[in-house]
């Protein structure tokens, strides 16, 4: 069971440098969301998704784009990364509903 | 305004014993809570839940605690095992839309053998 695929694992970027970052579940899950996580802090919603064709903002949507054109893949976009944006990005899938996240392991950012 | 804080960046226990790891919320439109256990270099993963029409949760080791009228829930871990060192984070989010989901700061768990 792949659960949630996240890619690249690492990725380092130079300011002003666009990048997508990858997510797919095997799960059929309606629910997608994105997260970033940075030192000593908790997860902090990116944007989600509802289903194919859907989306909308979390609490720190600036910077970031996303769509959602299958129920597999949900891929995160910077258009001109900062290093602001340096963190750990967190993809996660659930039913809707009452049902916990999955989580993929990990996307580690690095903008200099 | 954090809506989810854990107040304890850190907690250590000797194996064998009691964890307890506490949660307090603001946001009175939550009503269910879930913890979420990581190791270094993984994402979370889930490890109990609870919903606002019940005050206690079990599963195994693990017990979760809600007091609605102090906005406070806790995470007891029986017996302590040094397998349970890892970062815990307490989340929030409604019945409806479990998946949009408020998380804590995390409090880092070390069970010394």
């Known amino acids: 069971n792949a659960g949630v695929t996240q890619t690249p694992k690492f990725q380092v970027l130079k300011t002003g440098q666009s990048m997508t970052l990858q997510c797919a579940q095997d799960?059929?899950?309606?629910?997608m969301s994105w997260y970033r996580q940075d030192p000593g802090m908790g997860l902090r919603l990116i944007h989600y998704?509802?289903?194919?064709?859907?989306?909308d903002q979390g609490e720190v949507p600036n910077g970031y784009n996303v769509s959602r054109s299958t129920t597999e893949d949900f891929p995160l976009r910077l258009l001109s990364a900062a290093p602001s944006q340096t963190s750990v990005y967190f993809c996660?899938?659930?039913?809707?509903?009452?049902?916990?996240?999955?989580f993929g392991n990990g996307t580690r950012l690095t903008v200099t | 305004d954090q809506q989810v804080k854990q107040n304890s960046p850190s907690l250590s226990v000797q194996e064998g014993r009691i964890s307890i790891l506490n949660c307090d919320y603001t946001?009175?439109?939550?009503?269910?809570f879930l913890w979420y256990k990581k190791y270094p270099a993984e994402g979370p993963t889930f490890l109990i839940s609870?919903?606002?029409?019940?005050d206690k949760n079990e599963d195994g080791r693990f017990t979760v605690f809600l007091n609605k009228s102090a906005k406070h829930l806790s995470l007891h871990i029986v017996p302590s095992q040094p397998g349970d060192s890892a970062v815990y984070f307490c989340?929030?989010?409604?019945?409806?839309?479990?998946?949009?989901?408020?998380f804590g700061d995390g409090t880092t768990l070390t069970v010394k053998p």
């Open positions: 946001n009175s439109m939550f009503d269910y």
């Open positions: 799960m059929n899950h309606e629910y």
């Open positions: 609870i919903s606002s029409i019940k």
């Open positions: 996660a899938s659930t039913r809707t509903g009452v049902s916990p996240l999955h």
């Open positions: 989340a929030a989010s409604t019945l409806t839309n479990a998946g949009k989901s408020t």
């Open positions: 998704s509802v289903g194919a064709g859907i989306t």
